[in-house]
């Protein structure tokens, strides 16, 4: 019955649809029409590919202090953690500049070329990065690897093309899942696997190559697994329209009535000025807001678990941040598979972002206390907090991903997710820099009267997500009036 309905909706539409032979674009409208039950073969693809892109970005964090340390450019301890939001901060600046340009490169030649790029970058430079011999070597690699790897904001179009759409917020989840859980067990790898001569030493000698360059190992694997997504990806179907030089197969329309009612990428209707699009504009700063406080976390939350219990830190090993960030992957992943799509249907996304970051400000409240724990105690607590903390934090972003998409049609959503990405990268470049220099000003005032030491880093993360939770609200945040 709901198939014979939706046949006769599509065929009342006045506008005719046309089917190309040989554009990617209509081959995979006619994939779609055809699909039945789960698309998990669709689901696995998109979920390597974005994890393969999303774990070096901050694998670094774990032992950037003391990569930065071994670089000796820093004259006092307090100021190893400036230089390590610099080197922190490289990967997103360099994305800043280029992301707008790589979602117009996948709106003009297609979302598989600009993701063979992207991940074959990955291969190139993180390797290097393993390689480092000194600060500026660090900066530069990181720099390219994130100007030339404009992969996220093309992948979140092809997988609002990829799916039907009853499927959409669950394409949507699957890539903020993997990104989450790229963010959490790159640094897990990171934590496990640098300097393996000291942890390992049966395994690897000191005069051994992962003995000269202790931070290699985690860099070089994970770009084994990227090199194997690269290569996997020439597989990938393209899913971008192309009607210039053909023309259309006649008496087509009944071949697509069952396909999603998305707008086609090459119409001759002129494209909107993305800017002008409230509903897109709104979410993409909401969602940069966030961005800048994930970032800022990420890299304060590994310099305070490693930093001395002396500055009020937690005295952690790079093997304890990895194990916390293992067990907060763990319980995303099941978060993510298990219940996110129920919570977003039943409460909606607007509203899963504004639960998700006040719940977070009270989490952070926390931190400064936990410092106090020790033993076994210490280690439930911040296994705990640190798993939920993760969770509300994908859980925000997975709904401002599907407010963005459903905010553009086709022909833009390649152009306006690069937009999204240029913002969110701009403010994320900043969250490094900005956190790192944060989290040295407060080793120096570990007594003054007010928020003292480390009370102030999480007071300043707790304002910024404060702020991203009121541009969640009327009349600022509008939501889209279609889906296409």
């Not at 499927?167 to 790159?186: C, D, F, P, V």
């Not at 966030?290 to 219990?309: G, N, T």
Request: proline letters at 4%.
């Amino acid at each position: 019955m709901a198939s014979e309905e939706r046949r006769e909706t599509l065929l009342n539409k006045r506008e005719e649809k046309h089917y190309y032979e040989n554009c990617p674009g209509c081959k995979m409208d006619l994939h779609k029409a055809g699909q039945t039950g789960l698309p998990v073969k669709e689901l696995l693809t998109i979920w390597v590919v974005v994890l393969g892109t999303a774990l070096p970005i901050s694998s670094l964090f774990p032992f950037l202090y003391f990569m930065v340390r071994d670089f000796h450019i820093a004259k006092r301890e307090e100021d190893i953690g400036s230089y390590a939001g610099y080197i922190g901060s490289a990967f997103m600046f360099g994305r800043t500049l280029t992301s707008a340009f790589w979602g117009v490169v996948a709106d003009r030649y297609g979302r598989k070329p600009v993701i063979i790029f992207g991940t074959s970058i990955v291969v190139v430079f993180n390797t290097l990065f393993g390689l480092s011999t000194n600060f500026w070597m660090a900066v530069v690699t990181r720099f390219l690897l994130g100007s030339l790897n404009g992969l996220l904001g093309p992948i979140k179009a092809y997988a609002a093309e990829i799916f039907r759409e009853e499927y959409q917020a669950l394409g949507m989840s699957t890539i903020s899942s993997a990104w989450g859980i790229g963010l959490i067990i790159g640094p897990a790898l990171g934590g496990f696997l640098a300097q393996p001569a000291e942890k390992y030493p049966d395994l690897f000698s000191k005069g051994s190559l992962f003995g000269r360059f202790p931070y290699f190992l985690p860099c070089l694997c994970i770009s084994v697994f990227a090199l194997v997504v690269a290569v996997g990806s020439f597989w990938i179907p393209e899913t971008l329209h192309n009607h210039d030089s053909e023309r259309p197969r006649q008496n087509s329309y009944k071949a697509l009535e069952a396909a999603s009612d998305t707008k086609d990428g090459n119409e001759s209707a002129p494209k909107e000025n993305l800017f002008k699009n409230w509903p897109l504009m709104s979410s993409i700063i909401s969602y940069c807001v966030f961005a800048l406080h994930d970032m800022a976390y990420s890299e304060i939350f590994s310099l305070w678990a490693v930093s001395p219990r002396k500055f009020g830190g937690l005295s952690y090993s790079t093997a304890d941040v990895g194990e916390v960030l293992s067990i907060s992957g763990f319980g995303l992943l099941v978060f993510q598979l298990t219940l996110y799509s129920s919570v977003a249907k039943y409460i909606g996304p607007v509203m899963t972002a504004r639960a998700g970051g006040v719940l977070s400000i009270v989490l952070l409240t926390t931190y400064p206390y936990i410092a106090m724990l020790s033993g076994t105690t210490l280690s439930v607590v911040m296994n705990v907090v640190s798993m939920m903390k993760n969770i509300l934090s994908i859980s925000i972003i997975t709904g401002l991903f599907i407010l963005q998409n459903k905010a553009v049609d086709q022909r833009q959503r390649g152009a306006a997710n690069g937009l999204a990405m240029t913002g969110m990268s701009f403010f994320k470049a900043l969250g490094p820099a900005g956190g790192g220099a944060l989290f040295s000003w407060a080793q120096k005032r570990l007594n003054a009267s007010i928020l003292p030491g480390n009370h102030v880093v999480f007071f300043v993360l707790n304002m910024i997500e404060a702020i991203g939770v009121l541009l969640t609200f009327k009349p600022f945040l509008v939501e889209a009036q279609n889906t296409n």
